[in-house]
């Protein structure tokens, strides 16, 4: 009798390879895109080789070549028949970005074999790569988004909370990735802090390149996560898919608390109480609209996720449960030539509400009266049309052209609540520290801060397109292409409500400060008021991109490949106005790379590459630099506050000197002349090899170093000591910064520069103090910026087993480490997610201290995930991850007692200063260096799940339950690293390295899954 096959997890585990069991044969040279895949391999001199896609009925043929080489490039992932004219066949798994190799022996019998190799050496690439089937996924006990999958590879680490749910790769920041959909880059170009994203199991693969990828990639120095989406097949399939994530089987957050002394516990994160219970479901269908010919797919997925958080005297409840979905067509016009169209609908609407408590009643864990209400609108749609044509059987055609629309709607809603608008925003601090402050006034605690009027929508607008070329020459596969992209941001200008937010503070012992207010020396009991604005214009920001690559990919013997590679891009920023003010051109990142399949069987695998990264200049600076903006802050003696409006009561004379800021800024000032986009250098070099025919294992070592940084800089007194070696006068206090005849006038120059930190700066300024501004060339000498810098290195250990009598395993193990003056594009320690444009350059004392090793330093990791088959119908699966901790600093207030004068008797950087809350790296006014303070927590993660697929249900249903954080580990992963209290004290923040933030609680997610 046969032996009855669980169809559905052989499926699955099957989906895991890229390769045939059988043999494998010495490359030939090829290319795969990021859409599609390719078949390479050997057989008899002048026999036809064919392929036949077993789903869409595909099929190509070649005739082998005198050399016994053949291959077929672009080819749509899937699984295959190849069959050579002799007879013999071979089943293989065609994956995303990737060669599968085929040996076509003339003495063995016709056969067809399942792919049972996890994933097989691929010697036919140089890229460092890593392919995801959705099968495989929906496998493993992980998160149902892309963050998750890249996680599973080596070298990359979770980011900071503040960042949301992103990955670092190899040291990099989490600004710096990149996230394409079908081939369309989906990266937020305003942020580079999100991306689009599609319904999770409308994923068809995964691949996450970790580095060394090719020239048709760039604008990014971290990791790439391509997916493609699922295809319509010759047969009609239909799915449903039931996500359950239960609060009750959710362990509760952990509190953490304020150690200001207090007559009452004051919480600074109160997490307890908070409930989360999410369902997500779907429906799928997909299937011939005319057979071998027009294919179509669709899925759309609904969700209900309630959430609510508690606070000390407020709450709000947010809940999301709108539709998204997607649908493709595919057509097939000839086997050489295929459409593709891709509609994506991702709007999110979150309605959200907001309660404040009954008078005095703290931490209730309950909802108290609403106060208002709105909905928050996020996403929009996405329209993807792909062209792959084979012009001759050495020539192809790609061609791709994407639009994407991404609203931010009523993110800081412009009036729920038209009459607390109008309200300033005040808090009642006296005696007490910022976690324990009372809202006063007339002020909606929801809203503070409301949109402008002139404008239609937070909203991010791009549209691309790529032209790809692709021809073979002999050993010759040479690939070149043209890429295209407009990215457009509609941003709201906002306000305070009211224009004004009071804080009211005091000199105390358990308030403000206890020694004084804004560095003046008070007695205690002293009552003042600190009052800030900060208003911004609403306007249209445009980023334009353009790449040209060609590259070549040249097989000098059948064991060895050799790349070569180069990009050329376009990064070009323009202001509000519409003025152009960064252009980067002629931007040229060279890549070389090899393979060495060692003993000509792909058993044995040397490989490595070199190459240069550029990153483009985020749309967010355009918008932070180039509109108008006004910020100020004051302190006042103070009496007291009305009650009802929360204005002061008798303000009095100022305390110490606050600061006015009045962004009104000239296109040609907002950066140097010859400003250089970051790149990066990387190296790669290692090596594979299947130890038996079961394992593989690999090593790896990898070399980032950033050669030239990009932040902003927004110190001025090096100007004038610029100015007064160049015996031009200048602008001072004491004439009320009035410019003398022919003298200079500071205020000509930009409140921040964009520089290339270490370099000398060609600045347009107002040298004449006539008004106009002329190109000067200042050295660095003057400002003493260090060069920015920023490397990493890591060792990786890899070991994988197929499956084989019932289980299969990875497990990789990395050595790292991470060290310069200065993350990347966002500061994890401070939370600052301005991309490119951090304090961290902004005055040379923010350098001081800061070499060390930096917040994605993660010194040790440990992953291991796989699956074993308990009976035919249960399956146990897991996932484990263990790291070391992250860096922990000591920030504090700048001194400005030792400021640089610039005309011997004014400080003109000092009152900048007052604009910066504690994020240097002088504490109590003493200098640390960064990572003085140990290191936080190891973090320890294990992931279980357990599958069950009924042989009664006739394989089509699927039985799942997840546990995330199955041990309930709760360790620290965040501490507070602010030790200074207040500008000009000595006190010390109370909370210094208390935890802030710990492991998610463990958690328990059901599944149902029916196809048929």
Same mark, same amino acid.
């Given at each position: 009798?046969?032996?009855?096959?669980?169809?559905?997890?052989?499926?699955?585990?099957?989906?895991?390879?890229?390769?045939?069991?059988?043999?494998?044969?010495?490359?030939?040279?090829?290319?795969?895109?990021?859409?599609?895949?390719?078949?390479?391999?050997?057989?008899?001199?002048?026999?036809?080789?064919?392929?036949?896609?077993?789903?869409?009925?595909?099929?190509?043929?070649?005739?082998?070549?005198?050399?016994?080489?053949?291959?077929?490039?672009?080819?749509?992932?899937?699984?295959?028949?190849?069959?050579?004219?002799?007879?013999?066949?071979?089943?293989?798994?065609?994956?995303?970005?990737?060669?599968?190799?085929?040996?076509?022996?003339?003495?063995?019998?016709?056969?067809?074999?399942?792919?049972?190799?996890?994933?097989?050496?691929?010697?036919?690439?140089?890229?460092?790569?890593?392919?995801?089937?959705?099968?495989?996924?929906?496998?493993?006990?992980?998160?149902?988004?892309?963050?998750?999958?890249?996680?599973?590879?080596?070298?990359?680490?979770?980011?900071?909370?503040?960042?949301?749910?992103?990955?670092?790769?190899?040291?990099?920041?989490?600004?710096?990735?990149?996230?394409?959909?079908?081939?369309?880059?989906?990266?937020?170009?305003?942020?580079?802090?999100?991306?689009?994203?599609?319904?999770?199991?409308?994923?068809?693969?995964?691949?996450?390149?970790?580095?060394?990828?090719?020239?048709?990639?760039?604008?990014?120095?971290?990791?790439?996560?391509?997916?493609?989406?699922?295809?319509?097949?010759?047969?009609?399939?239909?799915?449903?898919?039931?996500?359950?994530?239960?609060?009750?089987?959710?362990?509760?957050?952990?509190?953490?608390?304020?150690?200001?002394?207090?007559?009452?516990?004051?919480?600074?994160?109160?997490?307890?109480?908070?409930?989360?219970?999410?369902?997500?479901?779907?429906?799928?269908?997909?299937?011939?609209?005319?057979?071998?010919?027009?294919?179509?797919?669709?899925?759309?997925?609904?969700?209900?996720?309630?959430?609510?958080?508690?606070?000390?005297?407020?709450?709000?409840?947010?809940?999301?449960?709108?539709?998204?979905? =997607?649908?493709?067509?595919?057509?097939? @016009? #000839? +086997? /050489?030539?295929? &459409? $593709?169209?891709? *509609?994506?609908?991702? !709007?999110? %609407?979150?309605?959200?509400?907001?309660?404040?408590?009954?008078?005095?009643?703290?931490?209730?864990?309950?909802?108290?009266?609403?106060?208002?209400?709105?909905?928050?609108?996020?996403?929009?749609?996405?329209? =993807?049309?792909?062209?792959?044509?084979? @012009? #001759? +059987? /050495?020539?192809? &055609? $790609?061609?791709? *052209?994407?639009?994407? !629309?991404? %609203?931010?709607?009523?993110?800081?809603?412009?009036?729920?609540?038209?009459?607390?608008?109008?309200?300033?925003?005040?808090?009642?601090?006296?005696?007490?520290?910022?976690?324990?402050?009372?809202?006063?006034?007339?002020?909606?605690?929801?809203?503070?801060?409301?949109?402008?009027?002139?404008?239609?929508?937070?909203?991010?607008?791009?549209?691309?397109?790529?032209?790809?070329?692709?021809?073979?020459?002999?050993?010759?596969?040479?690939?070149?292409?043209?890429?295209?992209?407009?990215?457009?941001?509609?941003?709201?200008?906002?306000?305070?409500?009211?224009?004004?937010?009071?804080?009211?503070?005091?000199?105390?012992?358990?308030?403000?400060?206890?020694?004084?207010?804004?560095?003046?020396?008070?007695?205690?009991?002293?009552?003042?008021?600190?009052?800030?604005?900060?208003?911004?214009?609403?306007?249209?920001?445009?980023?334009?991109?353009?790449?040209?690559?060609?590259?070549?990919?040249?097989?000098?013997?059948?064991?060895?490949?050799?790349?070569?590679?180069?990009?050329?891009?376009?990064?070009?920023?323009?202001?509000?106005?519409?003025?152009?003010?960064?252009?980067?051109?002629?931007?040229?990142?060279?890549?070389?790379?090899?393979?060495?399949?060692?003993?000509?069987?792909?058993?044995?695998?040397?490989?490595?590459?070199?190459?240069?990264?550029?990153?483009?200049?985020?749309?967010?600076?355009?918008?932070?630099?180039?509109?108008?903006?006004?910020?100020?802050?004051?302190?006042?003696?103070?009496?007291?506050?009305?009650?009802?409006?929360?204005?002061?009561?008798?303000?009095?004379?100022?305390?110490?000197?606050?600061?006015?800021?009045?962004?009104?800024?000239?296109?040609?000032?907002?950066?140097?002349?010859?400003?250089?986009?970051?790149?990066?250098?990387?190296?790669?070099?290692?090596?594979?090899?299947?130890?038996?025919?079961?394992?593989?294992?690999?090593?790896?070592?990898?070399?980032?170093?950033?050669?030239?940084?990009?932040?902003?800089?927004?110190?001025?007194?090096?100007?004038?000591?610029?100015?007064?070696?160049?015996?031009?006068?200048?602008?001072?206090?004491?004439?009320?910064?009035?410019?003398?005849?022919?003298?200079?006038?500071?205020?000509?120059?930009?409140?921040?520069?964009?520089?290339?930190?270490?370099?000398?700066?060609?600045?347009?300024?107002?040298?004449?103090?006539?008004?106009?501004?002329?190109?000067?060339?200042?050295?660095?000498?003057?400002?003493?910026?260090?060069?920015?810098?920023?490397?990493?290195?890591?060792?990786?250990?890899?070991?994988?087993?197929?499956?084989?009598?019932?289980?299969?395993?990875?497990?990789?193990?990395?050595?790292?480490?991470?060290?310069?003056?200065?993350?990347?594009?966002?500061?994890?320690?401070?939370?600052?997610?301005?991309?490119?444009?951090?304090?961290?350059?902004?005055?040379?004392?923010?350098?001081?201290?800061?070499?060390?090793?930096?917040?994605?330093?993660?010194?040790?990791?440990?992953?291991?995930?796989?699956?074993?088959?308990?009976?035919?119908?249960?399956?146990?699966?897991?996932?484990?991850?263990?790291?070391?901790?992250?860096?922990?600093?000591?920030?504090?207030?700048?001194?400005?007692?030792?400021?640089?004068?610039?005309?011997?008797?004014?400080?003109?950087?000092?009152?900048?200063?007052?604009?910066?809350?504690?994020?240097?790296?002088?504490?109590?006014?003493?200098?640390?260096?960064?990572?003085?303070?140990?290191?936080?927590?190891?973090?320890?993660?294990?992931?279980?799940?357990?599958?069950?697929?009924?042989?009664?249900?006739?394989?089509?249903?699927?039985?799942?339950?997840?546990?995330?954080?199955?041990?309930?580990?709760?360790?620290?992963?965040?501490?507070?690293?602010?030790?200074?209290?207040?500008?000009?004290?000595?006190?010390?923040?109370?909370?210094?390295?208390?935890?802030?933030?710990?492991?998610?609680?463990?958690?328990?997610?059901?599944?149902?899954?029916?196809?048929?």
């Amino acid at each position: 009798m046969k032996k009855k096959i669980n169809k559905n997890f052989k499926r699955s585990l099957s989906a895991l390879a890229i390769s045939t069991a059988m043999a494998i044969t010495a490359p030939t040279v090829l290319a795969a895109s990021n859409t599609s895949g390719s078949i390479y391999g050997q057989a008899k001199t002048g026999a036809t080789v064919t392929f036949k896609n077993q789903a869409t009925g595909l099929s190509r043929k070649v005739i082998v070549g005198a050399d016994g080489r053949f291959n077929f490039k672009d080819v749509p992932t899937g699984r295959y028949t190849v069959t050579s004219s002799n007879g013999i066949s071979r089943e293989i798994l065609v994956t995303l970005g990737t060669g599968s190799s085929v040996l076509f022996d003339q003495s063995t019998e016709i056969i067809q074999v399942f792919a049972s190799k996890i994933r097989a050496i691929d010697t036919s690439s140089v890229e460092s790569t890593m392919v995801f089937s959705q099968e495989q996924i929906e496998l493993l006990p992980i998160g149902r988004d892309s963050t998750a999958i890249a996680l599973l590879t080596p070298g990359t680490v979770p980011g900071d909370d503040d960042f949301g749910n992103l990955p670092s790769f190899g040291g990099s920041s989490v600004g710096e990735n990149g996230f394409y959909i079908n081939g369309f880059d989906v990266t937020s170009l305003r942020t580079l802090l999100s991306f689009a994203e599609l319904p999770f199991d409308a994923i068809g693969q995964t691949q996450v390149k970790t580095g060394g990828y090719g020239a048709e990639f760039g604008r990014s120095l971290g990791g790439i996560t391509n997916v493609i989406t699922k295809k319509g097949t010759n047969e009609w399939q239909f799915g449903g898919a039931v996500y359950y994530t239960p609060d009750s089987l959710r362990e509760s957050g952990i509190d953490t608390v304020d150690r200001t002394p207090s007559d009452e516990i004051v919480y600074a994160g109160y997490n307890s109480d908070n409930y989360r219970n999410s369902l997500n479901y779907n429906f799928s269908a997909g299937g011939p609209l005319i057979e071998d010919a027009l294919f179509i797919y669709a899925n759309v997925e609904f969700q209900d996720d309630e959430r609510d958080y508690y606070k000390r005297d407020t709450s709000n409840n947010r809940s999301i449960t709108n539709p998204n979905g =997607i649908v493709t067509l595919d057509w097939y @016009i #000839t +086997d /050489n030539h295929i &459409l $593709s169209g891709t *509609y994506i609908q991702n !709007e999110t %609407k979150i309605d959200r509400t907001y309660y404040a408590n009954p008078a005095d009643q703290f931490y209730t864990g309950q909802h108290g009266n609403e106060t208002s209400s709105y909905t928050e609108e996020n996403g929009g749609d996405i329209f =993807i049309i792909n062209y792959n044509g084979h @012009i #001759t +059987d /050495n020539l192809s &055609l $790609s061609l791709m *052209y994407g639009e994407l !629309e991404n %609203k931010e709607e009523n993110k800081n809603p412009r009036n729920p609540d038209p009459e607390a608008a109008l309200c300033a925003l005040a808090y009642d601090t006296f005696g007490v520290s910022f976690s324990a402050r009372k809202n006063i006034g007339c002020f909606n605690p929801s809203q503070t801060e409301i949109g402008a009027l002139d404008a239609d929508s937070d909203r991010d607008e791009r549209k691309s397109y790529k032209i790809d070329l692709d021809y073979t020459l002999g050993d010759h596969n040479i690939r070149a292409g043209y890429n295209n992209e407009e990215y457009t941001s509609f941003t709201i200008g906002s306000s305070y409500t009211g224009s004004n937010y009071y804080r009211y503070i005091d000199v105390s012992e358990g308030g403000y400060s206890s020694t004084g207010i804004n560095g003046v020396d008070l007695p205690l009991g002293t009552k003042a008021v600190r009052v800030r604005t900060n208003d911004s214009k609403s306007g249209n920001f445009k980023v334009e991109n353009t790449a040209f690559y060609i590259e070549d990919n040249w097989q000098v013997t059948d064991e060895l490949l050799l790349y070569f590679g180069i990009r050329n891009e376009t990064f070009t920023n323009y202001a509000a106005n519409g003025e152009v003010f960064v252009e980067a051109d002629d931007l040229i990142a060279p890549r070389t790379g090899f393979s060495w399949d060692i003993d000509g069987d792909s058993s044995k695998k040397l490989y490595g590459t070199l190459g240069r990264y550029y990153i483009p200049i985020a749309g967010n600076t355009n918008i932070r630099a180039t509109r108008l903006e006004s910020s100020s802050e004051h302190f006042y003696y103070v009496d007291g506050f009305n009650p009802a409006t929360g204005e002061p009561i008798n303000l009095g004379t100022e305390i110490g000197t606050g600061y006015n800021d009045l962004q009104v800024p000239d296109p040609r000032t907002i950066a140097v002349a010859d400003l250089d986009p970051m790149h990066q250098d990387e190296f790669i070099l290692g090596y594979q090899q299947q130890v038996s025919d079961n394992w593989t294992a690999g090593v790896k070592f990898m070399y980032r170093k950033v050669q030239n940084g990009m932040d902003d800089m927004c110190s001025h007194d090096g100007f004038f000591k610029w100015a007064e070696a160049e015996d031009i006068p200048v602008a001072n206090e004491a004439n009320g910064w009035a410019t003398p005849k022919g003298g200079f006038d500071v205020k000509s120059t930009a409140g921040c520069l964009l520089v290339n930190p270490g370099k000398d700066l060609k600045v347009f300024m107002d040298i004449n103090g006539d008004g106009k501004v002329t190109e000067q060339t200042v050295s660095n000498k003057y400002f003493d910026l260090p060069k920015y810098k920023r490397s990493y290195k890591g060792l990786e250990f890899t070991l994988e087993r197929a499956f084989s009598d019932g289980w299969y395993t990875n497990i990789s193990y990395v050595y790292s480490k991470s060290d310069g003056n200065i993350e990347g594009y966002v500061n994890s320690t401070l939370g600052q997610e301005d991309a490119g444009a951090t304090q961290d350059f902004d005055h040379k004392k923010f350098q001081d201290g800061s070499d060390g090793y930096l917040p994605n330093d993660r010194r040790h990791q440990f992953k291991a995930y796989g699956a074993y088959k308990v009976t035919e119908e249960i399956t146990l699966t897991a996932n484990m991850n263990m790291m070391s901790g992250t860096p922990l600093s000591c920030t504090g207030y700048i001194p400005t007692d030792d400021m640089n004068k610039g005309d011997g008797n004014t400080i003109y950087d000092e009152p900048n200063f007052k604009r910066y809350g504690a994020s240097s790296f002088y504490c109590g006014g003493e200098l640390t260096n960064r990572g003085d303070y140990g290191t936080t927590d190891w973090i320890y993660m294990l992931d279980a799940g357990v599958t069950y697929v009924p042989d009664w249900a006739d394989n089509k249903l699927t039985l799942k339950m997840d546990v995330f954080n199955l041990l309930n580990v709760d360790k620290v992963t965040e501490y507070n690293q602010t030790k200074d209290k207040s500008q000009g004290s000595t006190d010390v923040n109370p909370n210094f390295l208390a935890p802030t933030a710990y492991q998610a609680p463990r958690s328990v997610r059901f599944t149902a899954r029916y196809n048929f």
